[in-house]
């Protein structure tokens, strides 16, 4: 059946749903009267993600497969792209989820939402596309329980410009799902990325949640990089079946090149005898209350959550967004990478030991595969790891570890994460004894990147057919009672809720907006270079805000002054000594006396640039002038400098003492050519005089 493009000929009814770009619609198509869905995609809110709008409704209209979402037409109303699609009246995988199944689905169920969803994936990959947004936020129901993989806003062709272009090197997405590969710049990626979101999205399917889902995005980054991949590996995934396991294990590899191709996957033994969703998925869905009403359910209980105290900070609000399942954007991996770094390791620890509980199960931990990490000064990296676990053997190896052949998953006792949590925090109070490092200083270069909206690609007659109507029309569309209702609560969520999630950057609303940029706190980087102002420069990138104002502790591997080594060495002292920490945790000795003799260096270290100085500056006190300042510096003891405070004074000396010797050397030049000067006068006088004499 042919659509029209003609915006009179729908009647939008209620909101059934809202992502980063778009809000959807429920939808009647006047002519048939049949419902549709209808999503309105903001122009203005895709500045410089023009091609990524087109690149949806292309791939939209040109799919024909029964587990995908096509789009029947689409044309521009003022400043939005309307597409018009299949209504999907139980909304998606995520919706049910938070409706009734928090702790995930059973495994039956999974297995054929699984199942569907990997169809979808053969078919888009057969004809070149890589989804690149697979999460259960993108997997819908409709009423009969069958199941569709919806938006392709992030959705990438392969093959442009008709060169076979087999990999990638833009970066959008949703942290949590995304491949390793893809959250690395330079790397480039296919269509195996997809395979890792499909294993994300199994993980999902089954806690309810996905893995890292309570961090915010800088930190899913390092962790997704870092860590082993995670998979059903904790005492609660007892219940799922050993097939199940390793079918995960497969997906969320961290070599691409080691994933299975959607095709192969199907065939895995975890697809076999699996029951249709129109028979598994469908009794979970009758007698739930239309899809609207679950929809603002759901957002009345963000907006709340948000309003209350629960969600103050910052950094939860950043997590309530991937607690809704819209979180997808584009941002600037470099400077993400430079925000983790700035995270304190014992804030991710106890963030950990928050997620699962006092019995900590094992963990996923940083990979001893990958190299040591160059991002920043960050958390342990696997070198302490190892180091400690070669010598204190308090890894433990996990059954799981065993049915993985491709995955190096180093899993950990709660002990060790006990240590690995006190360690760092050791780490953070004796490294705030070291020098404070560089105000951070993070550019809005993104955000002025950002290209004037209505690029060229958007120009292209088959989606700007239309062009009638303004926004505020659009709430005008629903009916009677419904209207101010909806309008109101529409304007109070996004009040409160401003969704800067999804992939299309919103710097205008991101900067409009506190609510809009969380403040993730980062504290100073390390480094030895001294800051003495600390000003409050807030810099937005992508949905975060990075703010100095609470910087206070300055982070990074503490160093050897001389040698630059790290002083950790886990291996000089018996790891069975163990002496008890403030907190009364047992910690084993060998993890203190590092840190002791670090210590000891540091102060040291610290003496001796004081005792140099003072030797510096003996001179010129003894001269008076400036050396007043220093003048109560006769013993160290006595008095504490702050070295960067010296090192400056130290430097204006020397420029003092070095101009001094300038004058003087000046001086006494200018008396040399002085003397000169009388000289050759006094030359040309008798010259002059034995001319006249020789005249006369
Ligand atoms: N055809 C449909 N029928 C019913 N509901 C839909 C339909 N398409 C989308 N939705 C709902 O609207 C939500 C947002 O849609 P969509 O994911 O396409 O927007 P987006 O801005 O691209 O979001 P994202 O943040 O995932 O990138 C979906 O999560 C889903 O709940």
Excluded at 100 to 122: M, R
Excluded at 303 to 324: F, G, N, P, T, V
Excluded at 394 to 418: A, C, F, G, Q
């Amino acid at each position: 059946m042919d659509y029209t493009v003609k915006e009179k000929d729908y009647e939008l009814k209620e909101e059934v749903g809202h992502g980063a770009s778009a809000v959807v619609y429920r939808a009647i198509y006047l002519p048939t009267k049949e419902v549709v869905a209808v999503k309105c995609l903001d122009l203005e809110r895709c500045s410089g993600n023009l091609d990524d709008v087109r690149r949806e409704a292309q791939t939209m209209s040109l799919i024909d497969h029964p587990n995908l979402i096509r789009a029947y037409c689409s044309f521009v109303v003022k400043q939005c792209l309307w597409v018009v699609m299949p209504y999907m009246a139980q909304g998606s995988c995520l919706h049910l989820m938070k409706i009734g199944y928090t702790d995930g689905f059973d495994e039956p169920i999974i297995c054929s939402i699984l199942k569907e969803t990997l169809k979808a994936l053969v078919y888009l990959h057969r004809h070149g596309h890589i989804h690149r947004d697979v999460k259960a936020g993108n997997i819908l129901f409709d009423t009969t329980g069958s199941i569709k993989l919806g938006d392709f806003g992030v959705s990438a062709f392969l093959y442009g410009n008709g060169d076979r272009q087999r990999t990638r090197n833009t970066f959008v997405g949703t942290p949590c799902w995304m491949a390793p590969e893809v959250l690395q710049p330079g790397n480039g990626y296919d269509f195996k990325a997809d395979i890792w979101s499909f294993g994300i999205t199994a993980l999902e399917l089954a806690h309810g949640h996905a893995p890292f889902s309570k961090f915010p995005p800088m930190k899913v980054l390092l962790m997704t990089i870092q860590n082993a991949p995670p998979g059903l590996d904790y005492d609660r995934d007892k219940k799922f079946s050993k097939s199940f396991k390793e079918m995960v294990a497969t997906c969320l590899v961290k070599d691409q090149t080691k994933r299975p191709t959607a095709e192969k996957l199907l065939k895995h033994s975890f697809f076999k005898n699996v029951k249709s969703p129109e028979i598994t998925v469908k009794k979970l869905l009758t007698g739930l209350p239309p899809l609207w009403d679950r929809v603002r359910e759901l957002q009345l209980k963000d907006a709340a959550a948000l309003a209350s105290k629960k969600m103050s900070s910052a950094e939860q609000m950043s997590q309530s967004e991937y607690k809704r399942g819209v979180s997808a954007w584009i941002f600037d991996i470099e400077d993400l990478k430079i925000q983790a770094s700035l995270i304190q390791e014992d804030e991710v620890l106890s963030e950990m030991k928050e997620e699962y509980g006092g019995c900590m199960e094992p963990v996923p931990e940083p990979d001893p595969s990958l190299p040591k990490t160059e991002i920043g000064n960050l958390v342990l990296n696997e070198d302490d790891f190892s180091a400690m676990s070669d010598t204190e053997g308090l890894i433990e190896k996990n059954e799981v570890e065993n049915e993985r052949d491709e995955i190096d998953l180093p899993n950990t006792s709660s002990h060790i994460k006990n240590n690995v949590y006190e360690l760092s925090r050791w780490r953070s109070s004796l490294t705030k004894i070291s020098k404070k490092g560089p105000e951070i200083s993070l550019s809005k270069s993104d955000l002025a990147k950002n290209p004037q909206i209505r690029s060229s690609s958007i120009s292209s007659a088959s989606i700007f057919s239309h062009s009638f109507r303004d926004g505020e029309k659009i709430s005008s569309r629903f009916g009677g009672e419904n209207q101010s209702g909806i309008d109101g609560y529409k304007h109070d969520i996004k009040k409160l809720t401003p969704s800067f999630s999804g992939p299309l950057m919103l710097p205008k609303r991101a900067s409009e907006n506190s609510l809009s940029a969380p403040t993730a706190s980062v504290k100073s980087s390390g480094g030895y270079r001294d800051t003495l102002e600390e000003k409050s420069r807030v810099q937005i990138k992508g949905r975060f805000s990075v703010t100095s104002e609470d910087v206070d502790i300055v982070k990074g591997p503490l160093k050897n002054s001389s040698s630059n080594d790290t002083l950790i060495n886990h291996k000089e002292v018996p790891a069975d000594q163990f002496v008890k920490d403030i907190d009364g945790s047992r910690l084993p000795a060998s993890l203190f006396v590092p840190y002791i003799q670090n210590l000891y260096q540091q102060t040291s270290f610290q003496l001796d640039l004081i005792k140099t100085i003072q030797n510096s500056l003996e001179p010129t006190k003894k001269s008076g002038g400036i050396s007043a300042a220093t003048s109560s510096m006769d013993s160290v003891d006595d008095v504490f400098v702050e070295p960067a405070v010296s090192e400056r004074e130290r430097l204006l000396l020397m420029k003092i003492s070095e101009l001094q010797a300038r004058v003087s050397f000046l001086t006494e030049d200018l008396t040399a050519t002085k003397i000169k000067y009388g000289q050759l006068q006094q030359q040309l006088a008798s010259t002059n005089g034995q001319g006249e004499t020789n005249r006369t």
